[in-house]
């Protein structure tokens, strides 16, 4: 799904989109991770989601999605929240226990930031040069940078240490591209199980038959919709 296609998707669900972040997604793209200075003076991050992965979270949103408030990213176990109506961006603090509760519980929200164009605007610069762990790093990088990698015919090994990274970062475009050169796919599903990102495990599974049989003891590591997801998959399977 392209990108003004998920928005129109979207804002057809929650209503329009603050302006801010629908540039964000048009020109960002998300599927990134930036860090930020929240306002105790501790850097924290965000897994901004791509706009196909913001629409698949309205699904499993803390309240209903008729009410305006929006997955948009992710950390760790935690989920940001915008609500499209103020413009505010708030952290969806919960556990399992939560999940059966979704559309009740909206107590465990905790603020952000009360304008989501002031959020976006003090996110710190993308690093110039990569960092020590450079295949994490480019598994989260832009697709030109990606496609430069991949045109370099990298070794079988960095080739397939890249795409786990890739797996687990929940970049499902990036897994396609590495899948079209050779990589196997059944060897990326611990790993996106680890990263949590509910999209890429359904992607390996249903899109593309992996059986996670061999994995599925990494869910307790995951994240709460992750390990619902798969003990839903246990129990289809008995």
Request: aromatic residues 6%; hydrophobic residues 40%.
């Amino acid at each position: 799904m392209d990108v003004e296609t998920a928005i129109q998707e979207i804002e057809g669900v929650v209503g329009p989109l603050p302006e801010a972040y629908a540039t964000f997604l048009r020109t960002v793209g998300a599927g990134v991770t930036r860090h930020f200075t929240d306002a105790a003076g501790s850097r924290k991050s965000i897994y901004f989601y791509r706009p196909a992965a913001v629409l698949d979270e309205i699904q499993v949103a803390p309240v209903d999605a008729g009410s305006g408030l929006l997955v948009i990213g992710t950390l760790g176990p935690h989920q940001y929240v915008l609500d499209v109506g103020t413009g505010s961006l708030w952290l969806w603090d919960y556990d399992e226990q939560d999940v059966a509760e979704l559309i009740a519980r909206v107590d465990r929200l905790v603020p952000v930031d009360r304008d989501i164009a002031h959020f976006l605007g003090h996110l710190e610069p993308p690093p110039a040069a990569l960092p020590e762990h450079p295949l994490k790093a480019l598994a989260q990088a832009d697709l030109d940078s990606i496609d430069r990698f991949l045109a370099s015919n990298p070794p079988a090994e960095d080739l397939a240490t890249f795409a786990r990274q890739a797996a687990r970062a929940g970049r499902v475009d990036v897994v396609e591209r590495c899948l079209g050169r050779g990589c196997a796919p059944d060897t990326l599903v611990g790993a996106a199980i680890l990263g949590g990102h509910l999209p890429m495990v359904r992607y390996l599974i249903e899109d593309l038959g992996i059986d996670p049989t061999k994995d599925l003891n990494k869910r307790v590591l995951s994240t709460p919709d992750v390990r619902k997801y798969l003990e839903q998959y246990i129990l289809k399977r008995r």
